[in-house]
Every structure is written in structure tokens, then in C-alpha cells.
């Protein structure tokens, strides 16, 4: 895709080149264009927000001043580019149309996530369900960061999911009309019919699967243990046998480690820690606090909070099998 001249360039912190630029997208609006491949990893974008709003809001009248506040001290430059965001929720006067831009664009930051900010880049990043990014609030920089999970190639559009999680494109299609108003044509989306029902499927199963896994609560991490890890190991060949491996398996991994270390499993527990590392690097950074816990749960796993829950597997961190070829290390790894 061209670059005209009237285009805004960026750089990302960190990086000596530019590498992407805000440019008007057909049928979307403004977005993030790559001026230069940019490789799985790289940090697209560390931004602190121009406005800020908590999730617990005592009243609207206190929801309206705060957003009156913050909103009337910003330069010219960025209330323009404020007031350019796209608005899905409306209004009958400024403050309500204030309210529908922030409702519409805030990506979620905090150390706890409890708050929305408004971003000048981040915000213009469009979604897509097979995103090639993905957003993080980084407690260490008190800023939010965008990582690439896959390589993107120059004049390809860099693009986050806005779902809190996959499911089908149907569940898909009505979540993003009703929060952002739009209709998704990302390649998931369109998918042909048949390939379209098979991705269904599997991303069906996998929410099933978690809704399992979250109803069982930190219990369920030792009883059952087996079916539990079990049920884990089937979420992570589904997500590998699919495109967008790399946004399940960030959430997959940490739940396997957790269920081998409530058990004792050392040694398993150390592996899962080392591919959890291996994620988290590429998709939120080497200076963020995921990276540094899981850093040192790769040393010593029975640092983490849940190590002894149940010792019925116990392992030392030195027992993980040196001579396995791949499918026997893995069907070691998870207890098949």
C-alpha cells in the first residue's frame, strides 16, 4: 500500500528507523500501516494515555467532571486528534459524545487493568480477530506497549483484537457491533463456509474448555490434577493446529504451569515456565514484570505461591528427560 506525503510517521521507542505510519484505511477509518517489515517481537509502540478513566465510577455526575477535566486540558493538537475518534455509542451534547469516544477506543491499563486510557497511536490501531499484535499495560514503564506476535510485512496493517476472548465468528461478529459498531472482514472472518465451521469448532471447544477451567478455581488445579492438565493439553494442540496459535498459547501455557507446580511437578513446572518465558518475551517484553516472573520461575519454580498444594507428583527441577524425541517429550510433558 502507497504512503502519501500527507501521512504521519512514527518510531517505535527503542528503534532508530520508523516503522509505521497513521494513515486513512478504506472502510476503517485511520490506522497503523508498516513502513518496513517488522519482525515477530519487535515493540511497535510504548505510550503513555492522554486521558484516563477508572472502571469504578461513583456516580455520572462524578464520571462527567472527571471526564470534562481532562478533556478541556488537552493542547489543541491532541483534543483534534481526540475528537477524531470513531464514536459507536453517540450523544446529545459534549460530554455524552466525550464519553462515547472513550467507550468506543479506551484500551484497558492499570496494574490490575481497572482503568481505560485514551492513546494518540495505540487508539488508531484497528482491530482484527487473527490480530498480528497485541496491546499490554507494562507496570515498569507505567505506559502501555503494542508487540508484534508474527512478522508483518511492510504495507501490511498492524492491527490488535479488541475481544477479551476468540470465540465463533458469530459470537465474534455480534460483540464487535454492539461495543464498536463495526462489522469484522479480517481473514478469520472470511473465511470460506467450510473452513469457517471448522475454526468454529475449534474455538467453541477451547472456550468450553475454559469455562471448565475457570468454574474448577485454583481447587481444580490439584483435583482433579490429571483430567485437568488434560484438558489444558487439549487446548494447546487445538490452538497449534490453527493460525492464530500465538494468541491462545500465551493464555494456555500459564495454566499448565500452575497446574504442575500446585502438584509438585517440578520438573514439568520448569518447562512450562520456560515456553510461558518464551511467549511473553515476544508478545509483551523483556522489561515487563511477566517476563521477570517467569525468568525466575524458570531458576526455581517452587517460588511460585501454589508450589505444595499437592506433592502427589513430585519432581526435582532435574528430572525433566534429556534423550526424548519431540512427540514421546511431549507426551512425557503432559502426563498422556
Known amino acids: 500500500m502507497g504512503i502519501n506525503t500527507s501521512t504521519l510517521f512514527w518510531v517505535a521507542q527503542g528503534t532508530p528507523e520508523k516503522i509505521y505510519a497513521v494513515q486513512d484505511i478504506p472502510g476503517k ?10 519482525a515477530k517481537g519487535t515493540r511497535v509502540i510504548s505510550e503513555k494515555p492522554i486521558i484516563t478513566m477508572s472502571n469504578i465510577i461513583a456516580s455520572i455526575q462524578q464520571l462527567d467532571s472527571c471526564i ?23 450523544g446529545t451534547n459534549s460530554i455524552e459524545r466525550w464519553h462515547g469516544i472513550l467507550r468506543t477506543n479506551a484500551l484497558p491499563m492499570g496494574p490490575d487493568l481497572d482503568a481505560g486510557g485514551i492513546f494518540l497511536h495505540a487508539c488508531r490501531i484497528n482491530h482484527a480477530c487473527d490480530s498480528n499484535a497485541v496491546n499490554y499495560w507494562n507496570e515498569n514503564l507505567d505506559q502501555l506497549t503494542i508487540h508484534a506476535i508474527r512478522d508483518i510485512r511492510k504495507g501490511e496493517e498492524i492491527t490488535i483484537s479488541y475481544l477479551a476472548a476468540l470465540r465463533n465468528r458469530q459470537a465474534r461478529q455480534k460483540d464487535l457491533l454492539h461495543n464498536f459498531g463495526f462489522t469484522c472482514a479480517c481473514q478469520l472472518c472470511c473465511l470460506p463456509l467450510g473452513e469457517s465451521k471448522a475454526t468454529d469448532a475449534a474455538l467453541d471447544r477451547i472456550h468450553a474448555l475454559d469455562g471448565i477451567i475457570e468454574k474448577r478455581g485454583i481447587q481444580g488445579l490439584v483435583k482433579p490434577a490429571r483430567k485437568m492438565l488434560g484438558y489444558v493439553d487439549e487446548q494447546v494442540r487445538i490452538w497449534n493446529n490453527t493460525a492464530i496459535a500465538e494468541i491462545g498459547l500465551v493464555r494456555a501455557y500459564p495454566d499448565a504451569f500452575q497446574i504442575a507446580i500446585a502438584n509438585g511437578d517440578l520438573a514439568r513446572a520448569r518447562v512450562f515456565a520456560e515456553r510461558c518465558l518464551r511467549l511473553y518475551e515476544i508478545s509483551v517484553g523483556n522489561d515487563s514484570p511477566d517476563v521477570a516472573e517467569y525468568r525466575g520461575l524458570v531458576v526455581n519454580p517452587a517460588t511460585h505461591k501454589y508450589h505444595g498444594m499437592s506433592m502427589k507428583w513430585a519432581t526435582t527441577v532435574d528430572e525433566i528427560p534429556q534423550s526424548l524425541d519431540t512427540p514421546s517429550f511431549e507426551d512425557w510433558l503432559w502426563r498422556r
Open 29 to 38: 477509518g485511520r490506522g497503523l500501516i508498516a513502513i518496513k517489515d517488522i
Open 68 to 90: 470534562l477535566d481532562q478533556v478541556s486540558s488537552l493542547s489543541k493538537g491532541d483534543m483534534r486528534e481526540f475528537l477524531s475518534m470513531a464514536n459507536a455509542h453517540g
